[in-house]
């Protein structure tokens, strides 16, 4: 190529870059005008507690004497290494524990939202703004169900954040967070949402955002922002294996968090729906078992004498379709858009009963603060054994009928080799139905056991230890 060609080339280049990069660059977010904005309402938080812990200035167990150490150093074994107390009879001495979070102010006079494990059992909180001015906080009150807290710091025209909608939030759309991670104040980051309405063990009640924005100690109660400047939810959680940040990230929904905050400030608790229910996931087998299409819903295990469910009709093997026109795909769906509704309104539930589809209307009632456990207590009575599933069953007493709330069923005494002792049952289990069927008797359990069919799902409601489930197996010809 000659030297004149090759000079067309290059500037052709040239130019053709010269007209893609600004457009490449158009399509990226520029969040600068967004955290210009939004940062000065974004806080620090740090907590304060004390925390009896055995005389550093003794050495015994083996434990080392901290007191020799540098302060950061003494300071990490103290907070980590644990503490027996001394035998010689060192009563120890206080120290200060601190946490640190983030947090945001929704009102012009000082109420700031955040995580409750953030603030739980403090002693004194601490609330530092972006002119690093610091206030001592009052907690409102905090609902850690939802992990959500809302304090109030004394001040006035102080920067607040909008707020948004979550609901209006599109799997793929550009986020940002703006906190304290490992307390580096106002630290940045940004990324999209991953996901929305997700399910986390042991977070019945939040359907949570998923994002990748990196989120680390320290970002937990500070505000998740959406291109309008809107805060969309708080960041709440990470899944994580290493400690730090791998690319999951769940903030709680601005809905839910300014319902919680409105009503922890108007009456310093959180009234929630409740049904009365124990639910479990529908898997393939019981879908085939209880004749859905495909498995979706909340299977009903347990139904609470005299609670809302069972005053409304709701029974053992119903299958939640809907409630409230809103789709039940997982079982876990069903908590949060339960607890949504006021105690005391009417909830409309769409059930699979039978293999025919009903309609219930349930006058929901308050969530209590509290669960009881039932326990299954030891069997005695009429003996019947079913050498086709492999276990002996027996009736439950009057007494045991009693104890666990149950007006019909069946204990099993013993597991032998086969169906049974494949699919994990065991002696103590409690079978109320089988194949869709009530057992009322051991005899009844032995007539329907004969009639199963092969090479089907058959389902089984078990309870153990108080608490109820349905299983699946399949018997072989």
């Known amino acids: 190529m000659s030297y004149k060609k090759t000079s067309l080339w290059v500037g052709s280049c040239i130019a053709l870059l010269v007209l893609i990069l600004p457009a490449a660059q158009a399509q990226l977010p520029d969040f600068t005008a967004l955290v210009e904005e939004s940062a000065p309402a974004v806080v620090n938080i740090s907590t304060r507690q004390a925390i009896s812990t055995a005389s550093p200035q003794t050495s015994f167990h083996g434990l080392p004497d901290l007191e020799g150490l540098p302060p950061i150093f003494r300071e990490f074994f103290e907070r980590n290494l644990p503490m027996p107390r001394d035998p010689r009879g060192n009563k120890g001495r206080q120290r200060e524990a601190q946490s640190l979070g983030s947090g945001f102010i929704i009102s012009a006079d000082g109420y700031v939202l955040t995580n409750n494990h953030v603030i739980a059992d403090a002693d004194e909180i601490i609330v530092r ?66 996901a929305k309405g997700r399910n986390l063990p042991n977070d019945s009640y939040v359907p949570f955002i998923q994002t990748d924005v990196a989120i680390n100690p320290g970002n937990s109660g500070g505000p998740l922002f959406n291109l309008e400047g809107e805060v969309v939810g708080i960041n709440s959680q990470i899944f994580t294996r290493s400690g730090g940040f791998m690319g999951l990230s769940f903030a709680i929904p601005m809905e839910v968090a300014l319902d919680v905050s409105n009503q922890l400030k108007s009456s310093g608790k959180v009234d929630r729906g409740w049904l009365g229910v124990v639910i479990q996931e529908v898997n393939k087998d019981l879908a085939e078992s209880f004749g859905l299409e495909k498995p979706a819903g909340a299977l009903v295990a347990q139904v609470l004498e005299n609670g809302p469910a069972a005053k409304g009709g709701l029974q053992v093997g119903d299958v939640i379709l809907s409630l409230n026109d809103h789709p039940i795909v997982m079982s876990a769906d069903l908590p949060h858009l339960v607890g949504a509704v006021k105690p005391g309104e009417t909830a409309k539930l769409l059930v699979m009963r039978e293999g025919s589809r009903k309609t219930l209307k349930i006058k929901v009632g308050a969530l209590p603060s509290e669960g009881e456990e039932m326990a299954v207590a030891g069997s005695q009575g009429q003996v019947s054994k079913s050498n086709r599933l492999g276990m002996t069953v027996v009736d439950l007493t009057a007494e045991q009928k009693k104890a666990i709330d149950l007006q019909s069923g069946v204990v099993i005494q013993d597991v032998h080799d086969g169906a049974a002792a494949m699919i994990g049952l065991r002696p103590g289990d409690v079978i109320t139905h089988l194949n869709n069927q009530v057992i009322d008797s051991a005899k009844t359990f032995t007539k329907i056991a004969e009639d199963l069919p092969n090479n089907r799902s058959v389902s089984m409601r078990v309870l153990r230890q108080g608490r109820a489930s349905f299983i699946t197996f399949k018997l072989a010809n």
């Open 129 to 194: 703004l972006a002119d690093r001015s610091e206030l001592q906080a009052k907690l409102v009150g905090a609902d850690p169900r939802t992990d959500v807290a809302l304090l109030k710091i004394e001040g006035k025209n102080l920067p607040t954040v909008k707020l948004g909608q979550s609901k209006n939030l599109k799997v793929g759309e550009w986020v940002l967070a703006i906190g304290s991670p490992f307390g580096f104040d106002h630290s940045v980051t940004a990324g999209i949402v991953s």
